[in-house]
């Protein structure tokens, strides 16, 4: 109902914007990193992700013996676990410095056209990426998304820290 609902969601949450929102800092740094994760440059690549090592180790081996996009989509069409990359023949979408997996933009952007990464470990999956190009940074003026990246940077460490408070309680 709309009082449970009130009562065990909007409440909690409103009280835990109220004890966290006084702490939360956007800093100078935080600015830049969202900038460049926003409009910054952006690695064009193909990936495929595998559950297994050993299976990983296979197909970086028939990638390399084979070097072009065209049988690197189609060893992510047939071996890739992730299902978008999968269908799109192993095109993901362009990956942005900050995005969240530093461990993926480090190896990324170490790429030039044409080459392909080594075995990128993540969590349970491993990723290997055939890089395509860049893409251009977006052109625009810093100070004028500066208040909207701002208040995006704001929210989502408020919720990182809304977060870390729940736990503690």
Same mark, same amino acid.
């Given at each position: 109902?709309?009082?449970?609902?009130? *009562?065990?969601?909007?409440?909690?949450?409103?009280?835990?914007?109220?004890?966290?929102?006084?702490?939360?800092?956007?800093?100078?740094? !935080?600015?830049?990193?969202?900038f460049?994760?926003?409009?910054?440059? *952006?690695?064009?690549?193909?990936?495929?992700?595998?559950?297994?090592?050993? #299976?990983?180790?296979?197909?970086?081996?028939?990638? *390399?013996?084979?070097?072009?996009?065209?049988?690197?989509?189609?060893?992510?069409? #047939?071996y890739?676990?992730?299902?978008?990359?999968?269908?799109?023949?192993?095109? +993901? %979408? %362009?990956? %942005? *410095?900050?995005?969240?997996?530093?461990?993926?933009?480090?190896?990324?952007?170490k790429? #030039? %056209?044409?080459?392909?990464?080594?075995?990128?470990?993540?969590?349970? #999956?491993?990723?290997?990426?055939?890089?395509?190009?860049?893409?251009?940074? +977006?052109?625009?003026?810093?100070?004028?998304?500066?208040?909207?990246?701002?208040? !995006?940077?704001?929210?989502?460490?408020?919720?990182?820290?809304?977060?870390?408070?729940?736990?503690?309680?």
């Amino acid at each position: 109902t709309v009082d449970l609902y009130v *009562r065990d969601a909007v409440w909690p949450s409103v009280a835990l914007k109220k004890l966290v929102g006084d702490s939360i800092q956007v800093s100078e740094e !935080d600015l830049q990193r969202g900038f460049e994760s926003n409009y910054g440059e *952006r690695v064009e690549a193909l990936a495929v992700v595998l559950s297994d090592h050993r #299976q990983a180790q296979k197909v970086w081996d028939m990638a *390399r013996n084979n070097p072009t996009d065209a049988f690197f989509g189609e060893l992510a069409q #047939q071996y890739s676990v992730e299902p978008s990359s999968r269908s799109n023949g192993g095109r +993901v %979408p %362009p990956i %942005p *410095r900050h995005g969240g997996s530093p461990r993926v933009e480090e190896e990324a952007f170490k790429l #030039q %056209p044409g080459e392909l990464s080594g075995i990128i470990a993540v969590e349970e #999956q491993f990723i290997i990426l055939r890089c395509l190009g860049r893409t251009k940074p +977006v052109q625009v003026n810093a100070e004028e998304v500066r208040a909207g990246l701002e208040k !995006d940077i704001r929210e989502k460490k408020l919720r990182v820290q809304m977060t870390r408070i729940f736990d503690d309680l």
